[in-house]
């Protein structure tokens, strides 16, 4: 509760240097829809600002103050909304969400790339999105999630798709103090400010959250019990709860003088849950922390040049502290000669009376430069071209009560001393380096007054696997007024991670060093069509397909006893996605969106655990000057198990949120009750088995909220 005590204290200290007035309140409502839609810009399709309908690429975005009226606080939240986009949960990690775009997703979401205004954001090691961990969002003003392959502006990891966080530019920042308490003892406060010191300009947030998560979310049986059955003890701790407890602290400082605008950004995780445990054996006493700071610079150069030149430079450091009881007090395993779990060559059964407990904690640095150039090659013709090297460097440390050197199998009796390996051939992975360069080029074309153009193209050339190089191509044609069709194609690519190509040690998955990367190289393919009816209705639809090889996956390796990773994964995809916005008058707001997809891999089997079909619906209705009361819903359905998996099939469920809000008891002060899955939703999200009952989602939240504008 610090962060709340000093929290206090700076609003106190800043209130009076503050000047900026209250955002309009009913803005969504005061325009028409298509006076909306004509101001909105995205940044994360081409590299540069332009409209949503110049765009090459299916996009969505969403503004603060749409997913505030909804009660989004959390990233994760707002993603609920986006057409054919699915926030679930890993089959098989601690990982509190899994994202997975049109049924492209990777390890821990690692196909998908996530920026904070253009910059990445993700763990380094692993390339898996921080989102999962929980991302407030009061310090933007938008988020932009573009769908499709992303690799021709972004390179690595722009596989199924791009999520930008835009952050408010100076003098745009609202002065505001808001929180929110309620069920699960859950405590979100944030805070910002700006203000102007001589010629330069400062502004800061941040955020601060807190939740104990539902403790009804029961699961009854886990990998334990297989164990207990097995070896004839009780280890287990089901039935009993998936823990999803976190603490989270983000900050965000931005400073501009002159041409120099420097960003300090931090993002700390000082709790976390296992979630149903690192092994899917349930594990309330483990613990992960992770911080992330990132600085970055940029200096405007276009005083020397025609056009906008920038140089960039960004560096990110990283750690992360795990302590994890991948299995729980008193299991007794059966140890191979390696010191770890190896039921093909068991060399003998030992009991691990404290928990078979290890401390993988990885970490590292990221250093980027860039140079960015835009300009008018005439009044047609729109070039972007970046250049930019990067290096990497990963570290980890690591103390255990198992494996080489540590145990050999005639062990009866395991306690809790921990051996620590830092350093040695006996980590799970060893200290490394990796740095690439690269060039991209995009270029916008208006051929006539209704034909825009758009090509692109990266090169990208790895110290550690080579080069490769991923085009894309967008046409747009402004059929008539109302109506736009758009067609784009693209291939991208994830270069192999850290973990996947160099893990080892490990009683579970080892790496494979002569893993390839991950492509869509036969060519992503879309056709989007935005019909506006009239002012105030937009249909809009997109179909698309794509081809994906070389995925990933983990394949049973006699040699070790455990899982090894391979490129043996391919998947097929064919979709499409519909969406309605429509205005009712200057009271009522409704979006509505709907999406299928059919998804196979090479053998012609459908992709397991992914919705075929969903579908989101939003209702503004602004009551009276004072009121104004939101309700939306999710449906997910058509969700299929693997062939092998003989369990019932997986329900479909439709949660709804809902939140009422008051303004206008107090000067600036705004009141609001929010529900989370407002039904109390049983729902539940598709683990692989060892966990049978799936994973239960939490129960009905209610959270009171106050927010003051400075």
Same mark, same amino acid.
């Given at each position: 509760?610090?962060?709340?005590?000093?929290?206090?204290?700076?609003?106190?200290?800043?209130?009076?240097?503050?000047?900026?007035?209250?955002?309009?309140?009913?803005?969504?409502?005061?325009?028409?829809?298509?006076?909306?839609?004509?101001?909105?810009?995205?940044?994360?399709?081409?590299?540069?600002?332009?409209?949503?309908?110049?765009?090459?690429?299916?996009?969505?975005?969403?503004?603060?103050?749409?997913?505030?009226?909804?009660?989004?606080?959390?990233?994760?939240?707002?993603?609920?909304?986006?057409?054919?986009?699915?926030?679930?949960?890993?089959?098989?990690?601690?990982?509190?969400?899994?994202?997975?775009?049109?049924?492209?997703?990777?390890?821990?979401?690692?196909?998908?790339?996530?920026?904070?205004?253009?910059?990445?954001?993700?763990?380094?090691?692993?390339?898996?999105?921080?989102?999962?961990?929980?991302?407030?969002?009061?310090?933007?003003?938008?988020?932009?999630?573009?769908?499709?392959?992303?690799?021709?502006?972004?390179?690595?990891? =722009?596989?199924?798709?791009?999520?930008?966080?835009?952050?408010?530019?100076?003098?745009?920042?609202? =002065?505001?103090?808001?929180?929110?308490?309620?069920?699960?003892?859950?405590?979100?406060?944030?805070?910002?400010?700006?203000?102007?010191?001589?010629?330069?300009?400062?502004?800061?947030?941040?955020?601060?959250?807190?939740?104990?998560?539902?403790?009804?979310?029961?699961?009854?049986?886990? %990998?334990?019990?297989?164990? #207990?059955?097995?070896?004839?003890?009780?280890?287990?701790?089901?039935?009993?709860?998936?823990?999803?407890?976190?603490?989270?602290?983000?900050?965000?400082?931005?400073?501009?003088?002159?041409?120099?605008?420097?960003?300090?950004?931090?993002?700390?995780?000082?709790?976390?849950?296992?979630?149903?445990?690192?092994?899917?054996?349930?594990?309330?006493?483990?613990?992960?922390?992770?911080?992330?700071?990132?600085?970055?610079?940029?200096?405007?150069?276009?005083?020397?040049?025609?056009?906008?030149?920038?140089?960039?430079?960004?560096?990110?450091?990283?750690?992360?502290?795990?302590?994890?009881?991948?299995?729980?007090?008193?299991?007794?395993?059966?140890?191979?000669?390696?010191?770890?779990?190896?039921?093909?060559?068991?060399?003998?059964?030992?009991?691990?009376?404290?928990?078979?407990?290890?401390?993988?904690?990885?970490?590292?640095?990221?250093?980027?430069?860039?140079?960015?150039?835009?300009?008018?090659?005439?009044?047609?013709?729109?070039?972007?071209?970046? +250049?930019?090297?990067?290096?990497?460097?990963?570290?980890?440390?690591?103390?255990?009560?198992?494996?080489?050197?540590?145990?050999?199998?005639?062990?009866?009796?395991?306690?809790?001393?921990?051996?620590?390996?830092?350093?040695?051939?006996?980590?799970?992975?060893?200290?490394?380096?990796?740095?690439?360069?690269?060039?991209?080029?995009?270029?916008?074309?208006?051929?006539?007054?209704?034909?825009?153009?758009?090509?692109?193209?990266?090169?990208?050339?790895?110290?550690?696997?080579?080069?490769?190089?991923?085009?894309? %191509?967008?046409?747009?044609?402004?059929?008539?007024?109302?109506?736009?069709?758009?067609?784009?194609?693209?291939?991208?690519?994830?270069?192999?991670?850290?973990?996947?190509?160099?893990?080892?040690?490990?009683?579970?998955? +080892?790496?494979?060093?002569?893993?390839?990367?991950?492509?869509?190289?036969?060519?992503?393919?879309?056709?989007?069509?935005?019909?506006?009816?009239?002012?105030?209705?937009?249909?809009?639809?997109?179909?698309?397909?794509?081809?994906?090889?070389?995925?990933?996956?983990?394949?049973?390796?006699?040699?070790?006893?455990?899982?090894?990773?391979?490129?043996?994964?391919?998947?097929?995809?064919?979709?499409?996605?519909?969406?309605?916005?429509?205005?009712?008058?200057?009271?009522?707001?409704? #979006?509505?969106?709907?999406?299928?997809?059919?998804?196979?891999?090479?053998?012609?089997?459908?992709?397991?655990?992914?919705?075929?079909?969903?579908?989101?619906?939003?209702?503004?209705?602004?009551?009276?000057?004072?009121?104004?009361?939101?309700?939306?819903?999710?449906?997910?359905?058509?969700?299929?198990?693997?062939?092998?998996?003989?369990?019932?099939?997986?329900?479909?469920?439709?949660?709804?949120?809902?939140?009422?809000?008051?303004?206008?008891?107090?000067?600036?002060?705004?009141?609001?009750?929010?529900?989370?899955? %407002?039904?109390?939703?049983?729902?539940?999200?598709?683990?692989?088995?060892?966990?049978?009952?799936?994973?239960?989602?939490?129960?009905?939240?209610?959270?009171?909220?106050?927010?003051?504008?400075?």
């Amino acid at each position: 509760m610090k962060a709340i005590k000093y929290g206090v204290i700076i609003l106190a200290s800043y209130c009076a240097s503050s000047h900026s007035e209250p955002n309009d309140r009913n803005s969504i409502f005061d325009l028409t829809l298509k006076e909306l839609l004509e101001i909105q810009v995205i940044t994360a399709a081409s590299g540069f600002e332009q409209s949503v309908a110049r765009a090459p690429a299916t996009v969505t975005v969403i503004n603060n103050e749409e997913w505030r009226s909804q009660g989004a606080y959390f990233l994760s939240e707002v993603l609920d909304a986006v057409p054919g986009l699915h926030v679930g949960k890993p089959l098989d990690d601690y990982t509190h969400h899994s994202y997975s775009i049109r049924g492209l997703s990777g390890f821990n979401s690692n196909q998908i790339k996530l920026l904070i205004d253009g910059e990445p954001f993700e763990f380094m090691q692993s390339g898996s999105l921080f989102i999962g961990l929980r991302m407030p969002l009061s310090s933007y003003k938008r988020i932009e999630i573009v769908k499709g392959p992303g690799s021709a502006v972004y390179g690595a990891d =722009a596989f199924a798709g791009v999520i930008n966080l835009v952050s408010y530019e100076h003098n745009e920042l609202p =002065a505001q103090f808001s929180a929110r308490v309620g069920s699960f003892n859950t405590v979100d406060v944030s805070m910002s400010n700006d203000f102007s010191i001589g010629k330069s300009h400062i502004q800061w947030s941040f955020d601060y959250s807190k939740s104990d998560d539902d403790k009804n979310r029961i699961v009854s049986a886990d %990998l334990q019990s297989i164990f #207990d059955s097995a070896f004839g003890t009780s280890a287990s701790l089901t039935p009993g709860p998936i823990d999803e407890h976190y603490e989270v602290f983000t900050g965000l400082i931005k400073w501009q003088w002159q041409n120099i605008n420097v960003d300090l950004f931090t993002w700390r995780n000082f709790d976390l849950g296992m979630g149903a445990g690192v092994a899917q054996a349930l594990d309330p006493n483990g613990s992960s922390k992770t911080y992330q700071n990132q600085l970055n610079i940029k200096y405007n150069l276009s005083h020397y040049v025609s056009g906008d030149l920038n140089a960039s430079f960004s560096f990110k450091e990283q750690q992360t502290k795990n302590f994890l009881y991948v299995f729980p007090a008193g299991t007794v395993l059966p140890i191979g000669a390696s010191g770890n779990v190896d039921f093909s060559e068991t060399v003998g059964l030992t009991e691990f009376k404290d928990g078979f407990i290890g401390t993988p904690s990885p970490g590292g640095e990221t250093f980027t430069l860039r140079l960015t150039h835009l300009l008018n090659l005439n009044e047609n013709n729109l070039l972007r071209w970046e +250049i930019g090297y990067e290096r990497q460097n990963f570290s980890t440390s690591e103390r255990k009560n198992f494996g080489p050197s540590i145990l050999d199998g005639t062990q009866a009796v395991v306690n809790d001393e921990l051996t620590d390996v830092t350093g040695t051939d006996l980590i799970y992975v060893e200290d490394s380096k990796r740095s690439f360069h690269y060039l991209s080029v995009q270029n916008e074309w208006q051929m006539t007054p209704d034909k825009l153009l758009s090509l692109g193209v990266r090169y990208d050339d790895y110290s550690d696997f080579g080069s490769t190089t991923n085009p894309r %191509l967008g046409i747009i044609w402004q059929v008539k007024e109302d109506i736009t069709f758009k067609f784009f194609a693209g291939s991208a690519f994830r270069a192999p991670d850290i973990i996947q190509t160099r893990n080892k040690n490990n009683p579970v998955r +080892i790496g494979n060093p002569s893993l390839e990367p991950e492509t869509i190289d036969t060519l992503e393919t879309g056709v989007n069509l935005d019909y506006m009816v009239n002012n105030n209705l937009m249909i809009s639809g997109s179909i698309y397909n794509y081809h994906a090889k070389n995925l990933v996956a983990y394949v049973f390796d006699s040699q070790s006893g455990g899982e090894k990773a391979e490129n043996i994964g391919e998947q097929k995809g064919q979709g499409g996605e519909l969406w309605l916005k429509w205005k009712s008058d200057n009271s009522i707001t409704l #979006d509505f969106s709907y999406s299928f997809l059919t998804a196979e891999n090479k053998e012609g089997l459908d992709i397991a655990d992914i919705p075929n079909k969903m579908a989101y619906l939003s209702v503004n209705w602004l009551m009276s000057d004072d009121w104004r009361w939101n309700i939306s819903g999710k449906w997910v359905a058509d969700r299929k198990r693997v062939s092998t998996d003989t369990r019932s099939k997986i329900d479909d469920y439709y949660l709804v949120t809902s939140k009422i809000e008051h303004r206008g008891l107090v000067k600036n002060l705004t009141l609001a009750l929010s529900f989370n899955n %407002l039904f109390d939703e049983k729902a539940r999200e598709p683990s692989n088995g060892v966990i049978p009952d799936d994973y239960p989602l939490a129960g009905r939240q209610i959270l009171l909220e106050f927010s003051y504008n400075l």
